[in-house]
């Protein structure tokens, strides 16, 4: 399997070179050159694997230059019960008849993004080890990819993490998990604006090939294609934990931001796992919603800050693996609305053929939920099944119980565990989350952690200085 850029601009490389990168060297997001086809005797044959099996099957097909006995080897060690809680690693609950929770949060964060990095960190080491090479990892979060990156980095060697962090935007539960850290290889920057300030900045520094080469920087984000493969696998244990049969379909409710967690859904189903929607969930923050009901794509100014703040985004990167898909995997034609994007703030495919197959071809519906819809659904959810579920769960959550299809297993995807996000839960069923304990006082520990303005000549000056 080789890889490509969005943009057509990258030579095709394999999977070991584009690992530790972010972007492209054209500033396009890397795809593979096709998505693999699973037959009907490939999926009735994994019905049955457990979850490293089955991560190993899928990830072979896109990690091709890794010998197979090494990443068993890798996803033997990455996906086990000592670290995901139990050997099913993503169990399913049932609400009820056809209504289903996906646990993803059950890792070391306590949100889905542990499910993609823990693999990632035992990668990273595996390909820096047989190359002798270093990485350091520029990254942005919004609360929980730079919590996930930073305990699955922390203490590896040759490995350092420059994490961005919009100042003020997270729950202090997040916050405590990453600025207390005290390991001399991870760096939390809190940048004085909101998260898409912070991606643009990591995005400024990969765009820069010089610096990149120089610093030898690497990615974590999203914008990572590991990350992404990583995340189609549990769509696969989702749909076979939901179903009887392969003549079954599913929809999937997945609470949206930067559309890394749905892009990975939209790449199962193209790969062939029978999914019949994508619902993509979104908080007020609703420029994903507003593309996909009216095939409009419109960056808001600046994101606002909500109760489900990790969804507080107004770019959504990984938007543009799906609308190449969606131009016919035409890199002029994805550039062109790139370069729309950065010139007037985004495209319109409204009156094009695209836009009818958002829904038809690609399965793809949307919806909203405000503050007063998170907390009435928090509420709902605990009062008819006796679960507490997180505010942007919740924001899924709002939009399955809406669906009407009943004969269609519906599977929400859970995000992240609710007690990363107390202050909400109380105000919704006025009780604290669970909390596990080790945990306890977190809040309390010292902090590590340097304020800088959104300004990407002084984020180049401290990474400089640091690794020098
Ligand atoms: C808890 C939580 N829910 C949902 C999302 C949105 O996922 P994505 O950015 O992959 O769309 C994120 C962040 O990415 C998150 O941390
Ligand atoms: N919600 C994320 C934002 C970054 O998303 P990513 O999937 O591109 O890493 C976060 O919690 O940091």
Not at 89 to 114: C, M, Q, V, W, Y
Not at 293 to 313: E, F, H, K, L, N
Request: net charge negative; glycine share 8%.
């Amino acid at each position: 399997m080789r890889y490509i850029s969005t943009r057509g601009g990258m030579p095709p490389a394999s999977f070991s070179d584009i690992l530790l990168g972010g972007l492209a060297p054209d500033g396009g997001l890397v795809v593979p050159e096709s998505y693999p086809q699973i037959s009907t005797d490939m999926l009735l044959a994994w019905r049955s694997l457990s979850y490293p099996e089955l991560a190993f099957e899928i990830v072979r097909l896109f990690a091709t230059d890794i010998p197979e006995a090494d990443l068993r080897g890798i996803i033997q060690r990455t996906y086990t019960a000592d670290v995901f809680g139990s050997a099913d690693i993503t169990p399913l609950r049932t609400l009820r008849a056809g209504l289903h929770i996906l646990e993803l949060s059950n890792g070391p964060t306590l949100a889905f993004k542990d499910m993609a990095m823990q693999l990632l960190g035992n990668l990273f080491e595996y390909v820096l080890g047989k190359r002798n090479e270093t990485v350091n990892i520029v990254g942005a979060t919004s609360g929980d990819t730079g919590s996930a990156a930073e305990y699955a980095m922390r203490g590896k060697r040759g490995v350092n993490v420059f994490m961005l962090s919009p100042h003020g935007k997270m729950s202090a539960f997040q916050r405590a998990q990453m600025y207390s850290l005290q390991d001399a290889n991870i760096f939390n920057i809190a940048v004085q604006g909101m998260f898409d300030d912070a991606q643009d900045m990591v995005k400024a520094v990969n765009n820069d090939a010089a610096f990149k080469a120089r610093y030898k920087i690497g990615a974590v984000n999203s914008i990572n294609w590991g990350r992404v493969i990583a995340q189609v696998v549990y769509y696969f244990k989702g749909y076979f934990a939901a179903t009887r049969s392969n003549d079954e379909q599913v929809n999937f409710v997945v609470p949206s931001g930067n559309f890394g967690n749905v892009c990975a859904g939209h790449i199962a189903r193209q790969m062939g796992l029978p999914i019949k929607r994508l619902v993509v969930a979104t908080n007020e923050n609703d420029v994903l919603d507003e593309f996909f009901r009216t095939g409009v794509y419109r960056v808001r100014g600046a994101a606002q800050p909500t109760s489900s703040p990790s969804m507080d985004i107004s770019k959504a990167s990984n938007l543009e693996r799906f609308v190449f898909d969606l131009v016919g995997r035409d890199s002029t034609k994805l550039a062109a609305l790139w370069q729309q994007v950065d010139q007037q703030g985004g495209f319109d495919l409204s009156a094009t053929s695209c836009f009818g197959e958002l829904a038809t071809t690609y399965g793809f519906t949307s919806g909203r939920s405000t503050h007063a819809d998170r907390l009435a659904t928090i509420q709902q959810v605990k009062q008819q099944f006796g679960v507490v579920i997180d505010p942007h769960t919740a924001d899924g959550m709002k939009l399955a119980l809406a669906q009407p299809d009943s004969a269609v297993q519906t599977v929400v995807l859970e995000t992240a565990l609710p007690i990363k996000f107390e202050d909400t839960i109380l105000e919704a069923i006025g009780e604290r989350p669970a909390r596990p304990a080790f945990a306890d006082g977190m809040e309390g520990l010292p902090q590590r952690v340097d304020v800088m303005a959104v300004d990407v000549e002084a984020l180049k000056h401290y990474i400089a200085e640091r690794i020098a």
